[in-house]
């Protein structure tokens, strides 16, 4: 059984950063891509950044490319989104998410079989 577990979320001002991680377990974690999506009230799942399962290959929302900056550590089964720059827009719960049978970008819900629990990210303005 595979779970993901986000953290990192919280209150910042406008122009702050965090960093937000999803620890996985289960089956081998450097097999799945992964990817970060984001979701306010009223509107659909929106993506935000996707890696490759080996770290080679990472793909950005336009409205967050150049601001935030996903990794992952294969060693540590963790993924991360660095989030600088923020804005009140990006304002929303955030959630890691697993996937095996998606073709690069992996911008797709449906492209992921796992989802965490999601984190909470405010931005002030």
């Known amino acids: 059984q595979v779970q993901l577990v986000e953290s990192g979320g919280g209150l910042v001002q406008a122009g702050g950063s965090l960093r937000l991680s999803c620890a996985y377990s289960?089956?081998?974690?450097?097999?799945?891509?992964m990817g970060w999506f984001r979701e306010t009230p009223g509107k659909e799942r929106e993506f935000v950044a996707a890696?490759?399962?080996?770290?080679?290959?990472?793909y950005y929302a336009d409205s967050v490319k150049g601001r935030f900056t996903i990794s992952r550590d294969n060693a540590k089964n963790t993924v991360y989104l660095q989030m600088n720059s923020l804005k009140p827009e990006d304002t929303a719960i955030y959630y890691c998410?697993?996937?095996?049978?998606?073709?690069?970008?992996?911008?797709?819900?449906?492209?992921?079989?796992?989802w965490g629990q999601g984190t909470q990210v405010t931005v002030s303005s």
């Open positions: 890696i490759s399962w080996r770290g080679d290959n990472t």
């Open positions: 998410a697993a996937g095996r049978g998606g073709t690069y970008p992996y911008t797709r819900v449906y492209e992921y079989d796992y």
């Open positions: 289960g089956r081998t974690f450097s097999a799945y891509a």
